[in-house]
């Protein structure tokens, strides 16, 4: 029987996205389980309450960036993950700084407020947008830097590093003022626009993509 990857997250999920655009990546087959973080039986799948957690081949995993690894190493030869160690350095650097600071910038200072909170009826506090945009202003700068000085963040090739921060970026650039931040930083837009024409992109769109672009 074919392997099918099981994933444990909302159904417009940034992380959920990462782990579904890696298996399509990998040419493996995914189902989305809509799943919110906070319910009482996914502290089973997941005992720090995020999403995805995923189910393959009677395996369970968490943490996206294990479940990315796993995917490609078994079901996509590892083409994902550079071999040369320099390249792979600068993937996993990429990697860490979108976890570790560009999400938690982008989500908590203008995606939540902007995007998610209007959507479930709710009014944006605006002074937490403004006083996160010049941090997410300033961090996607550095990004577009490096994609000014390599086609992808790893270098040559794309790589789990831009699925990584392509996931993230794309929700920036639904809001107005992402997009502004956008179009200011030309590398990193022409970068999105090429991801965005990956099979797996297209592929792993959330609804909201199609109205708000
Ligand atoms: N370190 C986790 C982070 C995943 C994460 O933050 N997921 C978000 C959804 S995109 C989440 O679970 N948010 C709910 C919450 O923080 O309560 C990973 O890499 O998988």
Redesign the pocket.
Known sequence: MSSILKIYAPVI????RIAAMTAEEAGLVWENVPTH??AGEHRARHPF????AVEIDGIQL????AICQYVDDVHGRGQLQPKDPLERARMSQWISIA?AYVFPTTENGLVLPRLVVPMMGGTPREELIEQALPTIAYQMTLVSNRLEEAAYLAGNRFSLADIFMYCILRAVQLTPEGRMIFDQLLPLKKWASTVSTRKSAQATQWSTEDFMD
């Open positions: 999920s940034t992380y959920g973080a906070g309450q995020k999403t995805p968490y943490e996206t960036i976890n």
